[in-house]
């Protein structure tokens, strides 16, 4: 049959506590004495009830799937400390959907997706309690929140040309939301009290969330593949561009802050033998920030990231691997434009006549220059921060490989594993524009 029509329905039940308590000193300097005005404990249940229709329809060039769901949602909060009061709304939408692909011919495809959602607030954002986690930006709750819309579209194009090994891809994607959570920030001129015992110095922000609308984001992004015959390798290139609005009340006044990225990068990978093989690329991404009210945000930053990766199975028993990594940041705040080598490599050998022993030593971070640096963009800042990262070590790895799991007729397993070195994890410190 080409055409269907389904019924669904999904219920669906959350629940959530959070019991924050602060305290502070007592006659005795012991901290048992609980500050009521920065406590609270709250209860929520977010209880779902969806249902709908949808149509499909499906023959050898095109489907397509057509639906609603109707979705009524209950959010029950309850705070029990230091006030008793209740938070109760309910929430009724019409969730729409369509997806439509058509096939142009075996190997070449556009898909197009529409859908909808929604997102109940969460309990830190309801939590109507003063957060002095950061001396310097106090955030509260608000439990007069409601649920946010969101609506997404993605657009598909894929071709593979099979006869030359060539592929191409382009998507792009965008989603805007109603009754987004935001924050409302207010910038204090003077030294605000916040708490008994905790005073607000000049320049510090309050931030409490609220419902706004005007949040955007888009993305695009294409990529192209083909080989190389001449050094049994295959090159990818890829584009993208990305963009988001994010609206903020600050001093009473609504922000937009816009964020534009484009981001590019090529990757080699070789497909010489099963012996030997390698890896170079290169990614590159340029951000631009800019603000309605809040200018004194606006900046450009760019960073950038080379590697190479490089795989040796010597005569089915010497194993080598080696990794290297260059990252460079620049536009970030004075401290944090740094370039660092992040250089990985290890070494083994298999024994046993079916190679199934495995020791091998590793060497991470061999020029002691590991570091993690991020960005992070809101409406009222810029924050630049830096995370203690694992730093140079060495590994001596012994390896058993059970091959014979499936009884005695089962085949052993071909080995040409090169097992790559891992990258180091990271693990702070920020600085704020």
């Not at 959350?14 to 209860?43: C, M």
């Not at 991404?285 to 009210?293: D, E, F, G």
């Amino acid at each position: 049959e080409k055409a269907q029509v389904m019924a669904n329905y999904a219920p669906s039940i959350s629940n959530s506590e959070s019991d924050r308590q602060t305290k502070t000193l007592d006659g005795n300097g012991e901290y048992t004495v609980i500050a009521t005005d920065l406590s609270n404990k709250f209860n929520n249940t977010y209880n779902t009830q969806r249902g709908g229709l949808s149509y499909r329809y499906n023959d050898q060039k095109v489907m397509v799937n057509l639906g609603a769901n109707y979705q009524q949602a209950i959010l029950d909060g309850q705070s029990e400390f230091p006030q008793v009061y209740s938070v109760n709304k309910t929430f009724s939408n019409i969730l729409p959907s369509a997806m439509i692909n058509y096939k142009f011919s075996r190997t070449q495809n556009l898909r197009f997706m529409y859908r909808t959602n929604t997102n109940a607030p969460s309990i830190s954002q309801l939590q109507n309690v003063p957060d002095i986690t950061d001396p310097l930006l106090v955030r509260t709750g608000n439990p007069e929140l409601s649920q946010d819309y969101t609506h997404t579209l993605m657009l598909r194009y894929g071709n593979t040309n099979t006869a030359k090994s060539t592929n191409f891809f382009a998507m792009a994607f965008a989603s805007f939301v109603q009754d987004y959570i935001a924050n409302a920030s207010f910038i204090v001129r003077e030294p605000t009290p916040i708490a008994e015992g905790f005073v607000l110095p000049a320049g510090g922000q309050i931030s409490r969330p609220v419902n706004l609308d005007g949040y955007w984001s888009a993305r695009t992004f294409l990529t192209y593949g083909l080989p190389v015959k001449t050094i049994k390798s295959n090159v990818n290139m890829n584009l993208g561009f990305n963009y988001n609005s994010i609206p903020g009340i600050i001093n009473d006044i609504k922000n937009m802050a816009n964020n534009y990225t484009v981001n590019g990068g090529i990757v080699l990978s070789s497909n010489i033998s099963e012996a030997v093989d390698f890896t170079l690329s290169y990614s590159g991404y340029y951000n631009v920030v800019r603000n309605t009210i809040q200018t004194q945000a606006d900046n450009n930053y760019y960073n950038h990231n080379t590697s190479a990766r490089f795989n040796w199975l010597h005569k089915q028993r010497v194993v080598f691997n080696t990794t290297l990594n260059h990252t460079q940041y620049s536009g970030l705040s004075a401290g944090f434009n740094q370039s660092f080598l992040l250089w990985n490599a290890s070494v083994g050998y298999k024994f046993l006549t079916d190679r199934s022993l495995d020791i091998r030593v590793s060497a991470y971070d061999i020029l002691n220059q590991n570091r993690a640096i991020s960005r992070t963009v809101t409406e009222t800042y810029i924050e630049d921060s830096y995370t203690n990262v694992l730093r140079q070590y060495f590994m001596l790895n012994l390896t058993y490989t059970l091959r014979r799991f499936g009884g005695a007729g089962a085949p052993a397993a071909n080995d040409n594993s090169r097992d790559e070195v891992m990258p180091v994890s990271p693990g702070g410190g920020r600085r704020r524009q």
